[in-house]
């Protein structure tokens, strides 16, 4: 059952082992209290309290907390294969549209009942989450029917807000998009501060430091997390194509240095790492065509 949702209420702390990552759960994160910087893709969020994030999960996306700072949220991790044939048959598959609107979406709104209802859902889903076990098919139904109420829930504030929330960016906000954005556009490539700097006509000193304040970063890190998602979508989509021609695609050099790093990150070599999200393909397939 773990594979398919995952509910954390109102966690606390700063997650040091938190890293630039990727993944292919839908998510719904709620701040709750603290300070949190958002970083997802491209753009850099500075959250408020009962701010909703909604993500497909694609983008590369992390926390940037500053040590000592409260950080309270909430999160869900949910296979959209799962939800779909119960969305189906009540006719309601139209709520997972918000995902599908943009990689992420942030909802910021000052209805606070809405908000209290949200959050008094994850808690529930958090409670019955714990108490479930494999064989109990009532709770993972309950399970789904919390997230279908969740999902309602969601998508009223998502029609009040309309579009996705302006940010008043700062100058500093927006030099650390736009070089986010120049890295995902050439990190296929060799790429150095000094070109990044050229080409975004900034200076060399202040795109290190601007990039590493706003998002906890350096520059290589990130440079390297976009070649590291690549490879991982690379494994699983191109699942014939070498291992080795995938990384040189990905922007890695160095085959050997591509696998270190690889399985430093990871936990296990890229051969391992796409022979287990093949088989955890097929076997969502499977999961949803016995509840269609």
């Known amino acids: 059952m773990d594979k398919l949702f995952s509910v954390k209420y109102r966690l606390s702390g700063n997650p040091d082992h938190q890293k630039l990552h990727s993944h292919e759960d839908f998510e719904i994160f709620m701040f709750h209290k603290g300070v949190c910087r958002y970083l997802i893709n491209n753009q850099i969020y500075d959250l408020l309290p009962g701010d909703i994030l909604l993500m497909d999960g694609l983008p590369l996306h992390k926390p940037n907390i500053p040590e000592e700072d409260e950080y309270i949220r909430s999160h869900i991790h949910f296979i959209p294969e799962v939800m779909e044939p119960v969305l189906h048959s009540m006719k309601a598959i139209e709520l997972l549209n918000v995902f599908h609107h943009s990689h992420h979406y942030l909802i910021r709104t000052n209805n606070m009942q809405s908000i209290q209802q949200i959050e008094e859902i994850f808690k529930k889903m958090d409670q019955v989450n714990q108490s479930i076990n494999m064989l109990d098919s009532e709770k993972e139904w309950e399970l789904k029917f919390l997230l279908g109420q969740l999902l309602v829930q969601i998508n009223y504030l998502f029609r009040d807000t309309c579009s ?48 590493k304040e706003m998002t ?9 997390a976009c070649r590291l998602k690549q490879v991982k979508y690379l494994l699983e989509a191109e699942e014939k194509k070498p291992v080795q021609e995938i990384a040189y695609e990905s922007g890695f050099e160095n085959i050997s240095h591509f696998s270190r790093y690889f399985k430093e990150k990871i936990g296990i070599p890229p051969r391992e ?5 093949l088989a955890i393909y097929h076997n969502a397939s499977e999961y949803k065509s016995l509840n269609l």
Do not use: D, P, W
Request: with cysteine; hydrophobic share 30%.
């Open 164 to 211: 996705q929330v302006n940010k008043e960016s700062s100058s500093k906000t927006e030099h650390a998009e736009k070089i986010a954005s120049y890295i995902q556009q050439h990190f296929q490539h060799k790429i150095t501060i000094s070109e990044i700097a050229y080409n975004l006509c900034l200076n060399k000193s202040y795109v290190s430091h601007v990039f």
């Open 273 to 277: 790492y796409r022979k287990k999200r």
């Open 216 to 224: 906890g970063y350096t520059i290589m890190e990130y440079v390297m």
